[in-house]
C-alpha cells in the first residue's frame, strides 16, 4: 500500500510505501513545491502550514503560514498529477488571496493561518479556481488579544465568514485563555450527510 505525506515544515514532497500492517516509514521520492509568485507582488511560497491534494481536480491547495506579513493571508493552487509510474509532477502555482469577513484581504496580525480543508465546491464561477470554499483555522494573535478563530473562505472575492473561539480560549485575561503563538494548529473535518462538523486543538493547553 502506498501512502501520500506533505512536510508541512519543509518545501517537500514525500511518499511513503508500507505493508499490510503498519511498518518504517521510507521516503521514496521528493521534490520541491514551486517557489515563484505569479505577479507583480512577489509572493511566495515560502512557509507551508497546511495542504490538500485534490486528485479530482487536479490541484494541490498550499496554505502559506504568513499573517499578511510578506503579502496577504493567501492560499497557493499548484497544478498537481502523478507521471505514469506514480510519482508526482507539479506545474503552474497560481493564488488566492484569502477575503476577511470585512471584505478585501486580511490586515496584518489579523489571522494567522495554520489549518486547510476543503468543504464545498460553489457552481460555475468567471474562473475554476473560484469554485472552491475552504476552512481555515486560525491561530489568533495571543500579544494582540486575538483568539483563535475559524473562517468558511470562498475563493475569489467574496467576503469569509467567521467564527472565533468561546471566550475561555481568549489571550486578553491575564492569566487565562492561551498563551501567544500556541492556539489552533490543526483542522480535520467529518462529513455526514447533514452537512460537516470541524475539529481542531490548540498546539498547547490554554491556561
Not at 511513503?16 to 521520492?29: I, M, N, R, T
Not at 521528493?30 to 511560497?45: H, M, N, Q, S, V
Request: proline content about 9%; overall charge negative.
Amino acid at each position: 500500500m502506498r501512502a501520500t505525506f506533505f512536510a508541512t515544515t519543509l518545501t517537500m514532497f514525500g511518499l511513503c510505501a508500507h505493508a499490510e500492517h503498519f511498518g518504517p516509514v521510507e521516503v521514496l521520492h521528493r521534490l520541491e513545491l514551486p517557489k515563484g509568485d505569479t505577479g507583480p507582488l512577489g509572493w511566495a511560497l515560502n512557509e507551508v502550514s497546511a495542504s490538500e491534494y485534490l486528485p479530482e481536480y487536479g490541484v494541490l491547495l498550499a496554505l502559506s503560514d504568513d499573517r499578511s506579513e510578506n503579502g496577504p493571508a493567501r492560499v497557493a493552487i499548484i497544478a498537481a498529477r502523478f507521471d505514469p509510474a506514480g510519482w508526482p509532477e507539479f506545474g503552474e502555482l497560481r493564488w488566492r488571496a484569502l477575503t476577511s469577513p470585512a471584505g478585501g484581504g486580511f490586515k496584518t496580525d489579523t489571522v494567522d493561518p495554520e489549518g486547510l480543508r476543503l468543504i464545498a465546491m460553489r457552481p460555475a464561477t468567471p474562473s475554476v479556481d473560484d469554485r472552491f470554499v475552504v476552512l481555515i483555522a486560525s491561530e489568533g494573535y495571543g500579544r494582540g488579544g486575538l483568539a483563535p478563530s475559524l473562517f468558511e473562505v470562498p475563493f475569489g472575492h467574496t467576503a469569509s465568514t467567521g467564527s472565533a473561539a468561546p471566550a475561555h480560549f481568549a489571550p486578553a485575561r491575564p492569566g487565562l485563555g492561551i498563551d501567544h503563538n500556541r492556539g489552533f494548529e490543526s483542522l480535520a473535518v467529518w462529513y455526514t450527510p447533514d452537512g460537516w462538523v470541524a475539529f481542531t486543538a490548540n498546539e498547547e493547553p490554554r491556561r
